[in-house]
């Protein structure tokens, strides 16, 4: 049975920092990956998607890694700003998403 | 492109009451559409598939005479929450996937549903 686990659940920085979340799989048969960002109350909005072939997606301050053999993926955020406040989910797609549990990220000013 | 709207955005039912959830493509052919469940600092959980014009599938512990699908159209599905009780308030999601992007699903904004 696929489990996605994300770490840290919760991340608070100070504007600027650059950071990592962390998404661990535990089955590598996945079509690809995909990180999301959720506000509170809101919908999903997906920020990159990595098929299963790729090592890396860029968008923006944004890169996502992905090392299928190991069942992790990386979201890599630069310059971190306060609107980039939100949780961030990844999920697999196996045919249908499995979600990790997120990470809640604040971003002080 | 790629919209999915949701409506009602929030629903406030009383116990035992059905409340039907509309999600549409607006922009889009959605030939599969998908219905989550977001219980308060939860992950999101697939409650069921649905296809145009076919039953949905439900995954496992999510009972289909409790929560109805339709997908009759290729821009609509709708989820019926039947004889709602307290422990059904959640945030309920859906997405989207079919033309002309298929290699991932658009989610739309939402509906909060608290049952009194």
């Known amino acids: 049975k696929q489990e996605v686990t994300q770490i840290p659940a919760a991340l608070s920085v100070p504007e600027g920092e650059n950071l990592v979340l962390n998404c661990s799989f535990t089955d590598s048969a996945i079509y690809n990956l995909q990180w999301f960002r959720q506000d509170p109350g809101k919908g999903l909005t997906s920020l990159l998607l990595?098929?299963?072939?790729?090592r890396e997606q860029t968008s923006g301050r944004l890169n996502a890694s992905l090392d299928k053999s190991s069942g992790r993926s990386t979201l890599y955020i630069a310059a971190s700003q306060p609107g980039d406040s939100a949780t961030y989910l990844c999920a697999v797609n196996t045919g249908k998403l499995i979600f990790g549990q997120g990470t809640t990220l604040q971003v002080k000013p | 492109g790629a919209v999915v709207s949701q409506h009602p955005s929030w629903v406030i039912c009383k116990s035992g009451t059905s409340v039907k959830i509309e999600c549409r493509s607006l922009d889009f052919q959605a030939t599969t559409m998908f219905w989550y469940r977001q219980f308060p600092k939860q992950s999101l959980m697939l409650m069921a598939t649905?296809?145009?014009?076919?039953?949905?599938?439900?995954e496992q512990g999510v009972e289909k005479d409790k929560f109805l699908i339709n997908h009759a159209s290729l821009t609509l599905s709708t989820l019926t929450v039947t004889s709602a009780h307290p422990e059904d308030s959640s945030f309920y999601i859906c997405s989207a996937w079919g033309q002309p992007n298929q290699e991932t699903q658009y989610f739309g904004p939402g509906t909060r549903l608290l049952v009194l």
């Open positions: 649905s296809n145009e014009g076919s039953k949905a599938t439900y």
């Open positions: 990595i098929q299963s072939s790729q």
